[in-house]
């Protein structure tokens, strides 16, 4: 009952981890704004989570360019009145390649989308929940912000990048009744699985697909950071792998 009525922002939202999270907010009386690429996906989502009884409207956005992200805002200001909650889960992991075989211009793309877009959000998202004293920012990170992984450069480093980014937008907006926390679910079986299991490179692409967790399972922790129970875990990555921590969310272990 806590997020009844608010409203949310999640980016990425035409797959995966992204589309979990926005039915699992509408679940819980969000009203969502889907923002992604892909138009036709991200509206086909926001019209089931409408035939289920919730609030959703698709943005088409790119989080790599600002101007996209500061209208994504506008226009759910406009929709719902206001923004609670901003979900920064757009992310790439393609191509994986180690450095010297890597394409500079597809690494840098992983920078614009991965990092820059989160830093995007953060921008576009907090003049808004500043007048309200309130709000909540969840950045969906990974293990790879804290361990190296061949071939994965890009993506470890803009994860990296997304901690620090965490830790910063904390420390200065806490005092404002804002929180910035990141969730690091694991492993999650999505498509991004697929891609690292074809890579055939660093001992992730060998793990069995059985021991990923479900996009549900993130989404359902992502539901839980949003809510005052979580406030302790501001400003640094709730990691979804511990007993303790699927206990706090509400998930089986």
Request: charged share 20%.
């Amino acid at each position: 009952m806590e997020l009844n009525g608010k409203t949310a922002i999640v980016t990425g939202a035409s797959r995966g981890i992204g589309e979990a999270i926005a039915f699992e907010l509408a679940q819980h009386g969000v009203g969502v704004l889907l923002v992604a690429r892909s138009t036709d996906k991200i509206e086909q989502i926001a019209h089931a989570i409408r035939d289920a009884g919730g609030r959703a409207e698709a943005f088409t956005g790119d989080v790599s360019d600002y101007g996209d992200v500061e209208r994504a805002v506008a226009h759910c200001c406009t929709l719902f009145g206001r923004l609670d909650i901003l979900v920064n889960n757009a992310g790439l992991i393609e191509p994986i390649a180690r450095i010297a075989d890597s394409d500079p211009v597809s690494w840098g793309k992983i920078a614009d989308i991965n990092y820059k877009g989160v830093y995007h959000g953060l921008r576009a998202a907090l003049p808004v929940m500043l007048p309200n004293q309130s709000g909540t920012i969840v950045n969906i990170s990974s293990g790879a912000a804290t361990g190296a992984l061949e071939g994965w450069s890009h993506y470890c480093s803009s994860k990296a990048a997304v901690l620090s980014l965490t830790a910063c937008a904390d420390r200065e907006y806490a005092q404002h009744g804002i929180r910035v926390v990141g969730l690091s679910p694991g492993t999650v079986a999505t498509d991004m699985q697929v891609a690292i299991k074809s890579s055939g490179i660093n001992p992730v692409s060998q793990l069995d697909p059985a021991v990923h967790i479900s996009a549900n399972d993130a989404a359902r922790a992502v539901a839980w950071l949003c809510t005052k129970a979580a406030a302790d875990y501001a400003g640094g990555d709730f990691s979804l792998k511990s007993v303790e921590a699927r206990t706090l969310v509400g998930l089986s272990v």
